[in-house]
């Protein structure tokens, strides 16, 4: 049985695909959004990623349909806005989720690295809403979600350009919050802490020796509940932000990390 939280609605999800097996969070949030009653155009760079996504929505009879893009590029941004406009008629609600890691500090970032950090995880953001937000100006209604980080505020372990990119994203929700509110659109930004998903699960192989027990137990420990977040945890989040029920929450940040900036 369908809910109807987000009733009518017409979502895009960007980073709809995992970046291996298991949930991540933009695949667990598509998954969410369409069981609250929302269609979704799940996007991924990796089409076959966020095909996967489609199946899982397809089975419990949702609508859903997938659009390959690479969101630090304008044409595929503008070509996916359009894509959802003619495939829905509208778009109601724009979910952020495509992001890297990096895990360097300043001597050790590259000017490369930098620049590929910035446009995947901020400017992505910003074209993705460039393109969005007159649609949702015209309908007078809208809501955009951003992923961002508790990197964003704290400072973990060193991770430069991560950090800044992130930090950006929280700045950047703000302002469109802002320039739009009169208009009947809103813009938050969501602060996950230490989340089990697939992409950290890939990025630890490397730093674990392949270790993966070892690194859920150190990453579990370091959390005031005793446990890491999941996809779910970030998906509800979104969820709540996402539906009328946040009609009147525009310009914040929501931390979802079982508490654990509060010890850094």
Request: hydrophobic share 40%; net charge neutral.
């Amino acid at each position: 049985m369908m809910g109807e939280r987000l009733k009518g609605k017409v979502a895009i999800v960007t980073g709809a695909g995992s970046s291996g097996p298991g949930m991540g969070n933009g695949k667990a949030t598509a998954i969410l959004f369409v069981r609250e009653g929302a269609k979704v155009m799940a996007v991924d760079c990796n089409l076959e990623a966020a095909g996967e996504t489609r199946r899982l929505i397809n089975e419990e009879g949702g609508d859903c349909v997938v659009f390959e893009a690479d969101v630090a590029k304008s044409a595929d941004c503008k070509s996916m806005i359009e894509n959802c406009i003619q495939t829905f008629g509208r778009i109601d609600i724009l979910h952020n989720n495509v992001g890297i890691s990096s895990r360097y500090g300043i001597d050790e970032t590259s000017e490369e690295q930098w620049d590929k950090v910035m446009n995947i995880n901020l400017k992505s953001m910003f074209l993705t809403c460039k393109y969005a937000l007159p649609y949702m100006e015209k309908q007078g209604n809208g809501a955009i979600v951003n992923i961002s980080t508790i990197h964003a505020i704290r400072v973990p372990r060193p991770a430069l350009a991560y950090a800044v990119s992130k930090a950006g994203v929280v700045a950047l929700t703000r302002e469109i919050a802002i320039q739009y509110a009169a208009k009947g659109i809103r813009a938050n930004a969501i602060l996950p802490g230490l989340m089990k998903t697939p992409i950290v699960e890939s990025m630890a192989k490397s730093s674990y020796q392949g270790d993966l027990e070892e690194l859920w137990k150190q990453r579990d420990a370091r959390c005031p509940t005793g446990k890491q977040g999941d996809a779910w945890d970030t998906a509800y989040a979104a969820l709540f932000l996402a539906s009328d029920e946040a009609k009147y929450i525009t310009g914040t940040t929501l931390v979802v990390d079982g508490g654990i900036t509060q010890r850094i």
